[in-house]
């Protein structure tokens, strides 16, 4: 299983967004840095220097953005992003730990 969809490759390729930092972002974000996109049920991770990546159910990279000011504040007030729910963020972790194991 590849660590990243395809659109993810070619980002980090293109080293236009921040995706090196994705999976190191994810294993030190606290799930209170865990959202669901509501739009696309992907997984956010808001790391460091407002950083966001976005990754699918099973742990695979799909993007990474930094994010504009107040662009969080924005997402969340119209709930595009929602906090994912603790067994969810519990699942997230395994599903990760199975595509980039420590």
Same mark, same amino acid.
């Given at each position: 299983l590849d660590r990243r969809t395809r659109h993810a490759q070619e $980002?980090? @390729?293109?080293?236009e967004?921040?995706?090196a930092h994705? !999976?190191?972002d994810a294993r030190e974000a606290p799930? @209170?840095?865990?959202?669901k996109d509501t739009e696309s049920n992907a997984v956010v991770v808001i790391g460091r220097r407002v950083r966001a990546h976005l990754f699918a159910r099973d742990g695979?990279?799909?993007t990474s953005l930094?994010?504009?000011?107040?662009? /969080?504040?924005r997402k969340l @007030?119209? $709930?595009?992003? /929602?906090?994912?729910?603790? !067994?969810?963020?519990? $699942?997230f972790r395994e599903a990760l730990a199975k595509v980039a194991p420590f």
């Open positions: $980002r980090h @390729e293109g080293g967004r921040p995706t994705a !999976l190191g799930d @209170e840095r865990l959202f695979r990279l799909v930094v994010l504009g000011a107040g662009e /969080l504040e @007030e119209r $709930r595009r992003w /929602l906090p994912l729910p603790n !067994l969810d963020a519990a $699942r």
